[in-house]
């Protein structure tokens, strides 16, 4: 376990980027320009060209039982920031994720979640759902087939729909959960990435009545956002990867820490507000600090001390 922390964390502090990286150019109110956060170096992890990252897609998607849905959406929209040439990767990747999609528009996980959290199969994630929605709302002009903005409306009804276990009522506002635990682990990557989902479907016309729907609910969950965002700082500019209450903080690695920032930062294009602004600027801060890091590494390996990693089921 020391040796796997040491690894990532000195990746971190080092600058290294393995996706989720430096945003890439996107225009609010957009979709089909940009998204949020650079994507790309997930396909081209993969050997680099559209046919080792079809055939990866193939490997991830041959078993329902084991597919992670968020694992095959970003290796799609990665797909989709690399251009045409990569179409047949979004294309196949599209297909399989409105496949798995039940009738109330949700992919459910198939096996128990294999770290941190006791979510036993079947479980839901708000954060696919969001950026299968992303997804699916680019694919519809990209791919030419405007149809898909129809499953990416159903992709975020469990995000807009209050009495879905997926939104979390908080003396705050409605709070996305990548993760349905009971209590709730408010998981600060997976919310923001939910979030952009509403924002996409809002602003693609073909999606009709669901626009005014989901953009009420993309304000109400930044205003959310920038109330609780407080909660997640930490010493020395760093963040919190969670408010599960868990015996010890769950401090972010410095690629979440990273993700935070860029994320935040594309929030707050999206929707200007000075807390959240103020706090990305803070956590960039932290970025570059050796102390901040060494401090983050510490609290890290307390953590995994006390939550270690669950063995995946063979």
Known sequence: MVHALVTEFG????????GGARAHAFRPGDPHEGYYIDLRPK????????????????????????????????????????????????????????????????????????????????????????????????????????????????AVQSLVDRNSPLVVATPDGPVLQEYATNPPAHVLNGWISALWGLYDVA?????????????????????????????????????RYDLFPHPVVNVATPFYHRLHVEQLEAIAALAPDATVAGIAAEWRRGTRSVPAHGLAFARKLAFRAIRPRRPVAA
């Open 11 to 18: 990746a971190g502090l080092m600058g290294e980027r393995t």
């Open 43 to 154: 396909p081209l992890s993969l050997g680099g060209s559209p046919a080792t990252a079809l055939a990866a897609l193939r490997r991830l998607t041959a078993d329902r039982r084991t597919a992670n849905a968020v694992t095959i959406v970003q290796l799609a929209l990665g797909a989709w920031q690399l251009g045409e040439v990569w179409r047949e990767v979004v294309a196949r990747a599209t297909d399989w994720l409105v496949s798995a999609m039940g009738e109330d528009g949700k992919v459910p996980y198939l096996f128990a979640l294999p770290h941190t959290y006791p979510l036993e199969a079947p479980w839901y994630s708000a954060m696919a759902q969001g950026e299968i929605a992303s997804l699916l709302v680019r694919a519809s002009r990209s791919l030419d087939a405007p149809e898909l903005v129809h499953p990416a409306v159903s």
């Open 203 to 239: 602003h693609a016309p073909e999606a009709g009545a669901a626009v005014d729907r989901c953009l009420a609910a993309f304000r109400d969950g930044a205003a959310c956002l920038s109330r609780r965002l407080p909660r997640y700082r930490t010493p020395l500019y760093w963040s």
